[in-house]
């Protein structure tokens, strides 16, 4: 079946630094991607999405590029702040009852 | 505006008791909704969604169940909780244009 793996946490950098959380994916068919975000106390809120091969989501900062030849989907960020502290987890749509299959999430913690 | 609304916040339940968590949409139709659950440690997993009233799909067995009574009405319920019940409980909708709204989660603890 559909499956999404995350590289494992916690991530802890240091303030500006580059960030990048690797996502792959297993699937038929052309899922669409997503990248959700968990602050602190408070539910997932959906960062950048990606429906086909080559898309680029951008969001706050944020990139990740659609790769069908490797499977990917990872998260970059060319600075990051303190206020990017946060779970992130990758996503894909399964069939098309709008299921979200999640990877496990990663812990990303910035230090000033 | 849509929105989704998803209460208690905060639930402590002792081993045993019962359980019914409520979730409701406002600004939209007959929409796709969703139960996910956050145990500790680890990801969001799929525990029902429903296509529309009365109709409940279940993605893994246990010890929950869930109901659609209304349109926008989505109700996680058990009758007896375990101690692996616990977890952080999120309601879902899913719009086409805006794709997934999540609830702001409720946070079980089985004690």
């Known amino acids: 079946g559909d499956s999404v793996t995350q590289m494992e946490g916690p991530v802890t950098l240091s303030e500006e630094a580059f960030l990048t959380i690797n996502c792959t994916y297993t699937?038929?068919?052309?899922?669409?991607l997503f990248w959700y975000v968990q602050y602190p106390g408070e539910g997932l809120q959906l960062l950048l999405k990606?429906?086909?091969?080559?898309d680029k989501g951008s969001n706050k900062g944020f990139e990740a590029t659609y790769r069908k030849e490797t499977t990917s989907f990872h998260l970059e960020k060319g600075s990051v702040q303190v206020s990017d502290s946060a779970v992130y987890f990758c996503?894909?749509?399964?069939?098309?009852?709008?299921?979200?299959?999640f990877g496990q999430g990663t812990t990303l913690q910035v230090k000033p | 505006s849509q929105t989704i609304h998803q209460w208690p916040a905060t639930l402590v339940q002792p081993v045993g008791s019962p359980l019914s968590l409520e979730c409701t949409v406002e600004g939209t139709s007959n929409p796709n909704l969703y139960w996910y659950r956050q145990a500790a440690g680890r990801g969001l997993q799929l525990l029902f969604y429903?296509?529309?009233?009365?109709?409940i799909s279940s993605e893994v067995p246990q010890n929950l169940s869930a109901s659609r009574p209304q349109d926008r009405q989505f109700i996680l319920s058990s009758k007896k909780l375990l101690l692996s019940d616990s977890g952080f409980y999120l309601c879902a909708w899913i719009d086409l244009f805006y794709g997934y709204t999540f609830g702001s989660g409720t946070r079980l603890t089985v004690v």
């Open positions: 990606a429906t086909k091969a080559d």
């Open positions: 429903s296509v529309g009233i009365g109709q």
């Open positions: 699937a038929t068919g052309y899922p669409s």
């Open positions: 996503a894909l749509g399964s069939g098309n009852t709008g299921k979200l299959i």
